[in-house]
Structure formats: structure tokens, C-alpha cells
């Protein structure tokens, strides 16, 4: 939540509701992927609202991509394990879509 407590909102707003959070997006008020003010709400609600908490979220699918990534090069295209490596590391240092 790089603004405020919700989406759209100004740093001190007090915190909104889902539904407030999916009219926004709705709106086209909201950048975030489909389904992410969900999956932050249901993370928040065990990891809390700090800033390092709200941080991990992203952190934690972008280790997960990678592990994938990983997982489906060697699994699917049976790459050797050294390709299989650099291919996620180059696609997610680089912003490169998938």
C-alpha cells in the first residue's frame, strides 16, 4: 500500500474496508494484479499492517516466481541445472514478462 492505509488514499487515512479496496479497483483507481487486495487483505491479517509486513508479500511471489521459474525449467524444457538458474534471474532482474 504505497500510499495510504487503502488504495487511492493519502498517508494517515484510516483503514478501509475490502470492498472499499475492490471499488478502487473496479475504478481502475488500483495497478495492483487481479486478486492481490485480497490476498494482502487475508496477509495482513496475519502478518499485520507494518510496512515491513506489508513488504513481504511482494517479496515472497517474487521468490516464489523464481522457485517456479526454476521448477518448470528443468521439469518441462529439461534444462541443464546452470540455464535453468540464469533464466529466472535474468527475467526478474531484468522486468522482462514471462
Same mark, same amino acid.
Given at each position: 500500500?504505497?500510499? *495510504?492505509? =487503502? ?5 494517515? #487515512? ?6 472499499? &479496496? $475492490?471499488?478502487?479497483?473496479?475504478? *481502475?483507481?488500483? %495497478?495492483?494484479?487481479?486478486? +492481490?487486495?485480497?490476498? @494482502?487483505?487475508?496477509? #495482513?491479517? &496475519?502478518?499485520? #499492517?507494518? =510496512?515491513? *509486513? /506489508?513488504? =513481504? @508479500?511482494? /517479496? +515472497? @511471489? $517474487?521468490?516464489? %516466481?523464481? $522457485?517456479?521459474?526454476?521448477?518448470? *525449467?528443468?521439469?518441462? +524444457?529439461? /534444462?541443464?541445472? #546452470?540455464? %535453468? /538458474?540464469? $533464466?529466472?534471474?535474468?527475467? @526478474?532482474?531484468? &522486468?522482462?514478462?514471462?
Amino acid at each position: 500500500m504505497s500510499q *495510504g492505509q =487503502a488504495h487511492g488514499t493519502t498517508f494517515g #487515512t484510516p483503514q478501509q474496508s475490502l470492498q472499499t &479496496g $475492490i471499488e478502487f479497483a473496479r475504478n *481502475g483507481s488500483n %495497478a495492483d494484479p487481479p486478486g +492481490f487486495t485480497a490476498l @494482502l487483505r487475508l496477509w #495482513t491479517e &496475519g502478518v499485520g #499492517t507494518s =510496512a515491513a *509486513g /506489508l513488504r =513481504a @508479500l511482494p /517479496l +515472497f @511471489l $517474487i521468490v516464489l %516466481a523464481g $522457485i517456479v521459474s526454476y521448477w518448470m *525449467g528443468r521439469t518441462s +524444457f529439461r /534444462l541443464p541445472r #546452470t540455464a %535453468a /538458474l540464469l $533464466i529466472p534471474a535474468v527475467v @526478474l532482474s531484468n &522486468g522482462l514478462p514471462l
